[in-house]
């Protein structure tokens, strides 16, 4: 079968010559239809480099990246939109703060020509939790949990296939984190998505997703199932020493 996203040996590299910096070094995954993927390492691991080479984000130097088997070219065309999305980390930072709810939304479906965007916005504002009453609600006037409501909105107005959530709960305070989580899995299990996911909470991607991949230094050190990951059956030293340091770690519920 078909795998919805395929990478082979991806390389990243910024900069040239004596200053190019290899952010992404030989990195191979491939993610089922409707299967949710963690990548986890810690800070500058390059697992969100990974995430920003699918979008096109981030200049791939080797390798390749396809989607539903057929490779992916630079710069990406529009119906990649269609079908891939992102969920940006930090949601204070990925809402424009003079746009109205509504007018967020309401962008990406008039860039690919929707006619019926009320209807739209009113369904995918309801399908978060939040509700038509936030239409034109401004940033400033939102939390954090429902501001990032907004981007995972945002992000399924098209209807895509695939989501790439880059730490989509990281900003969040615990008690809020659980809920975009368990809305984020709701909606996987509803709409048949598949979920690449870029976190360095282990709990959280015991809670999310089927199988990870652990990144150091650019490179994938080891793949583990949940069922792995939550027996700490680690075969590196490296994910070992992550397990021990999430000290705050328990066996999430599935």
Do not use: W
């Not at 981030?58 to 065309?77: C, D, F, K, N």
């Not at 269609?82 to 709810?101: E, K, N």
């Not at 790439?164 to 969040?172: F, Q, V, Y």
């Amino acid at each position: 079968m078909t795998a919805a996203l395929e990478i082979r040996n991806l390389h990243v590299t910024f900069g040239h010559g004596p200053d190019a910096v290899q952010a992404v070094r030989g990195v191979t995954l491939k993610v089922a239809e409707g299967e949710s993927y963690g990548i986890v390492g810690e800070s500058g691991s390059g697992k969100s480099t990974v995430l920003r080479a699918i979008c096109g984000l981030a200049p791939t130097s080797e390798g390749s990246i396809l989607l539903g088997g057929a490779e992916l070219t630079a710069p990406r065309r529009a119906e990649f939109y269609r079908r891939v999305q992102m969920v940006f980390q930090d949601p204070y930072a990925s809402l424009h703060p003079r746009h109205t709810v509504d007018r967020v939304l309401s962008e990406p479906l008039a860039i690919h020509g929707f006619t019926d965007r009320e209807a739209r916005v009113e369904r995918a504002l309801t399908d978060v939790g939040l509700g038509p009453s936030f239409r034109f609600r401004y940033p400033h006037q939102l939390s954090g949990g429902q501001r990032q409501r907004v981007a995972v909105a945002r992000a399924l107005i098209l209807e895509p296939r695939v989501l790439l959530l880059d730490e989509p709960t990281s900003a969040l305070d615990a008690s809020i984190q659980a809920e975009v989580l368990n809305l984020l899995d709701r909606l996987r299990s509803e709409r048949g998505l598949t979920y690449v996911m870029v976190s360095h909470d282990l709990a959280v991607v015991a809670h999310m997703c089927d199988r990870l991949m652990v990144m150091q230094h650019g490179q994938a050190v080891e793949e583990l199932t949940r069922e792995a990951l939550r027996a700490r059956a680690a075969t590196t030293d490296y994910t070992r020493q992550l397990l021990t340091a999430s000290h705050g770690y328990t066996k999430a519920a599935s």
